[in-house]
């Protein structure tokens, strides 16, 4: 806790083997961090989801998504705001704005993510990411995307590029989904975005300990 951190200290040990040299002496400075944030306090949060569902998704890699995004639905929190988007060739939204977590508002996205399929073509990222952005960040609320993808984009820098205009307001979770994932833009997003990636092959067992490890991660606050 904040409490338990140490003040500022410093401390002198003389080495014997220099004594009379100008390398006899080591100086130890301690300095505490100036830290406002309750670390164990969860954030007023809104999570935004990036679903692939382009073709490339089909089969495996778009259950083993859908399983993830149920399992991150069945985690989320009261109070929080969440919307989900569905990304190939085109995007759609699951609401104009994101919603909070209530019954209603999670069984309607439990049946938007169960009808989700590897059916919208190709792969444009690019397109969803700056209409998330363009969206004002609910007030008093972070706002953290998740993007859920096989990472099989043309334009990795460009992707890479809008996440990073938009640190400052968005913080970026990637999990990349299948056995042909394109790693690096599934690291760079998240490394970009101030979050973290994580990585699921079709079949693996972690997928539970997966989604809360990120969920957790992003409920705290960024310092």
Same mark, same amino acid.
């Given at each position: ?12 040990? =003389? ?31 809104? $999570? ?31 109070? =929080?705001? /969440?919307? $989900? ?5 085109? /995007? ?17 996205? #439990? ?18 990411? %700056? ?28 992707? =890479? ?14 999990? %990349? $989904? ?23 092959? $079709? %079949? ?12 957790? #991660? ?6």
């Amino acid at each position: 806790t904040l409490e338990e951190l140490p003040v500022p200290a410093d401390s002198v040990e =003389v080495d014997p083997a220099l004594v009379g040299t100008d390398k006899e002496l080591a100086v130890c400075v301690t300095i505490a961090p100036a830290l406002d944030a309750n670390l164990d306090v969860e954030i007023n949060t809104e $999570i935004v989801f990036l679903l692939d569902c382009s073709g490339s998704m089909s089969g495996g890699p778009i259950r083993e998504a859908k399983r993830a995004m149920q399992l991150f639905l069945q985690s989320l929190a009261p109070g =929080v705001m /969440f919307n $989900i988007y569905r990304f190939g060739g085109v /995007f759609h939204s699951l609401w104009p704005q994101s919603r909070k977590v209530d019954e209603d508002t999670l069984t309607e996205a #439990r049946a938007y993510v169960e009808r989700a399929d590897g059916d919208l073509g190709g792969t444009n990222l690019l397109a969803p990411l %700056g209409a998330i952005f363009r969206q004002p960040v609910v007030a008093g609320y972070s706002r953290q995307l998740f993007v859920l993808t096989d990472g099989e984009v043309e334009n990795t820098q460009d992707c =890479v590029n809008e996440v990073v205009q938009h640190a400052g307001t968005t913080r970026v979770w990637s999990i %990349g $989904i299948g056995n042909d994932v394109d790693a690096e833009l599934v690291l760079e997003l998240a490394r970009k975005g101030n979050g973290s990636a994580a990585f699921s092959k $079709i %079949g693996e067992q972690q997928m539970a300990s997966l989604v809360i490890t990120q969920l957790t #991660r992003a409920m705290q606050p960024a310092l």
